[in-house]
């Protein structure tokens, strides 16, 4: 076995839930860490209320290819349920989900939830969190991503303070209030998903 | 220098910037919208330049074509269907030369994620005999940009930069170097720049004879790479611009890997194409949109005694983009491991806004139609195409920039009654005046509906030409009879009223033009978070 240090990580969610501000998170504390990053992410059309989703990949080695490979995922990281299954088939069959408890119902044919979440379940290792609740508790219904960012962090191999450090840098110029409903959002995300 | 985290379209802009751009122009259209975003972004930290969108993409390439002339270097970025638009002055410019370094850059979009159809802008490189650069990574596509202004100077000619959905749109660090001066201003010659046929007999021969020596620039570039297996004698692999990452991603230990050549520059480089002929049997193909190189190869009758595989041969897909695991079986390699995604799941299409004023105009439209069969509703390109899908089911086409207008005279030309029309106010600034002056003209039996949001939304909220005063002044302009232009705000309280409009409208016998004026609520709010109430 070589010494490669790698995570490939598929982000998901709806339009507009904030899955590129995780991700601007992660990539910038991996940069910084001193692995080499590649991410892939849909713009356009697919934004509007449609289902989303980024490729993110990290590594001591090179990377080539900018979209992670269908069975190639090490973790999938939702901020909305049934998304967090659109992708499945690119996790390893040792993969894990890490989602929101939280479903986004803007299309008439959203499935039984009870469902989704026992398709969830079967994937060991898994971890659902209510972020809306714990977005709340923060101070700010709209730092759900960051809960989960925060629920993800001690299965990602970015180390946290980086994470923490970067989590300030998007959110200090919105304001003291944003910022420290954020690292609070993270810290009760880290919280629940241990 | 340090590395930064950029699109690939952000590399693409700060190469621009480094090798001392002077002037950009674009029009917005996914996936090329960020290079421009970019440039106003950064414009003036440190490096200061001319950064403006245009009204449309033909525009937006005389602009850059104009700063060429006078000796700056100049930036054009579209996405690939904005090279149609731009395809009059792209073809001549080919004759007409670069003074200051003239790049082009499309962005293409296979699998058409936000688009309405695929096309592979190598063709049009091909087609107009300048050379283009297909980057397949970060690095490249900063690298390649300052090269290709490079280049252009060298040779007088404009370059192409190709990109593709997953280049545009992915992330990666990016080393940066010292930023090249600005070129001092000196305009081209009359001779070269004027395209009388006596002069462009003369240009058009200079261009063919670039040709062979572009072949050669193409064999010695860094940017094309042949790694020959010694002991694999049978197999070998083109893999050109991101295709190249698909291929490596999947033989991760350089041991594994059989004779592949990466091609980024066209046109192709015949010297590495030949060894490489000479070494395998059989040569597979990945490249990224049409099966250009394919075909190329193959020509119609194929390499005697070689076999060239790829999306012709059936063993890559024909269409869409290519991905790590597409590419695998053609490697003969079986597919990882990998979870069932189980029964398929509810879809989760992009859709209106709640709230958006589209769909009240829509509604009103609609039932302003109750009665009559015949009806036909052309859409065009923008948010509002989404009005095709449930529960508003509300237009019948949509083509391309600006067609609403004239498949909507042309249809009632051909006796359908009533022809509705659908354009938004950047779209319709884009290409639906000259339609409208036809129209206005023959004062044709329709009704456009010009839907004023006040932005160009559906990209991320770009600056529109064509709205407000200006947009009445225009469709007044042309033609269209004052009391045939009538103003509607879509808003569910005006309901009833507008939808007696859109009969009194549709009852006229003539032309008539409804512009629904209500800001798109994202821009609205875009103007909030930036405090920028004005």
């Known amino acids: ?44 059309m697919a934004q509007r209320g449609g289902a989303v989703q980024s490729h993110l ?9 900018d979209l992670i490979p269908k069975g190639g995922a090490d973790l999938i990281l939702s901020v909305e349920p049934l998304e967090a299954l659109r992708y499945l088939d690119f996790l390893k069959p040792q993969g894990r989900i890490i989602t929101s408890s939280n479903p986004f119902v803007n299309i008439t044919d959203y499935p039984d939830q009870e469902g989704v979440f026992a398709r969830i379940r079967e994937i060991p290792g898994s971890v659902v969190v209510d972020a809306e609740k714990l977005a709340k508790e923060a101070g700010s219904s709209r730092a759900q991503n960051t809960v989960m960012l925060g629920a993800a962090a001690k299965h990602l191999i970015v180390a946290e303070d980086g994470l923490k450090n970067y989590i300030r840098v998007l959110f200090e110029k919105r304001g003291e209030k944003v910022l420290s409903a954020n690292l609070k959002a993270f810290e009760l995300g880290r919280r629940a998903g241990e | 220098m340090s590395k930064e985290i950029l699109l690939g379209d952000e590399a693409v802009a700060l190469g621009a910037v480094h090798a001392g751009l002077t002037a950009a122009y674009s029009y917005p259209g996914t996936p090329a919208s960020e290079i421009m975003e970019y440039l106003l972004r950064i414009n003036g930290r440190p490096e200061k330049f001319i950064a403006a969108w245009s009204v449309n993409e033909k525009t937006a390439f005389e602009e850059a074509l104009g700063a060429s002339y006078a000796g700056g270097r100049a930036l054009v970025s579209m996405k690939h269907v904005g090279l149609n638009v731009a395809a009059d002055p792209f073809m001549s410019s080919a004759l007409t030369g670069a003074n200051g370094g003239f790049v082009i850059v499309a962005a293409d979009d296979p699998s058409m994620h936000s688009s309405q159809n695929e096309q592979d802008s190598r063709f049009y490189a091909q087609f107009a005999l300048i050379p283009c650069f297909e980057p397949a990574d970060h690095q490249e596509a900063y690298d390649m940009t300052r090269e290709a202004y490079e280049l252009s100077e060298r040779i007088d000619q404009p370059v192409m930069i190709r990109l593709t959905t997953r280049i545009s749109h992915s992330r990666a660090g990016v080393e940066t170097r010292a930023v090249h001066p600005k070129n001092p201003l000196k305009s081209g010659k009359r001779e070269s720049w004027t395209l009388l046929p006596h002069l462009s007999r003369i240009r058009y021969r200079r261009v063919l004879d670039l040709q062979s020596g572009l072949v050669r620039t193409s064999d010695e570039s860094p940017f094309n790479k042949l790694e020959l297996n010694p002991t694999d004698r049978s197999f070998g692999i083109i893999a050109s611009g991101i295709g190249y990452n698909y291929v490596m991603e999947n033989y991760q230990e350089a041991d594994q890997r059989p004779s592949i050549l990466k091609i980024s520059t066209y046109p192709l480089p015949e ?78 299409p992009p859709q209106l806004c709640l709230g958006c004023p589209h769909t009240d105009t829509f509604k009103a439209m609609k039932k302003a139609l109750e009665g009559h069969g015949g009806a036909a509703v052309f859409s065009d390109i923008g948010c509002y195409t989404l009005s095709y899908f449930p529960p508003h089911n509300a237009i019948d086409s949509c083509v391309c920039m600006g067609a609403s207008v004239g498949m909507a005279k042309g249809a009632s030309e051909a006796g359908l009654h009533p022809a509705m029309a659908v354009i938004g106010d950047s779209t319709f600034g884009h290409s639906g005046i000259t339609a409208l002056l036809s129209a206005a003209a023959a004062d044709a039996n329709m009704v456009l509906t010009i839907l004023d949001n006040c932005t160009v939304a559906m990209t991320g909220g770009q600056p529109s030409f064509a709205t407000g005063e200006r947009l009445l002044e225009i469709i007044a302009g042309v033609g269209v009879p004052k009391e045939h232009i009538r103003v509607i705000t879509p808003l569910p309280k005006f309901h009833e009223a507008n939808v007696r409009v859109y009969q009194e409208e549709i009852a006229h016998q003539g032309i008539s033009v409804i512009v629904a004026v209500r800001e798109c609520l994202e821009e609205a709010k875009r103007k909030n978070k930036a405090g920028g109430a004005q």
């Open chain 1, 1 to 44: 076995m070589n010494s490669i240090r790698r995570q490939d990580i598929i982000l998901a969610g709806v339009g507009g839930q904030g899955i590129l501000s995780i991700a601007f998170v992660i990539d910038n504390a991996a940069l910084k860490e001193g692995f080499n990053v590649k991410q892939a992410e849909v713009h356009g």
């Open chain 1, 57 to 65: 990949r990290l590594s001591t080695g090179r990377i080539w290819s």
């Open chain 2, 271 to 348: 010297g590495l194409l030949r060894r490489l002929f000479e070494h395998v049997d059989t040569v597979l193909v990945a490249e990224e949109g049409a099966p250009l190189i394919e075909k190329e190869l193959i020509g119609m009758f194929g390499i005697a005694g070689k076999k060239v595989i790829g999306r012709l041969s059936g063993h890559l897909p024909r269409a869409g983009e290519l991905t790590p695991e597409i590419v695998r079986p053609a490697l003969g390699l079986s597919a990882l491991d990998r979870r069932d995604c189980g029964e398929k799941l509810a879809g989760r």
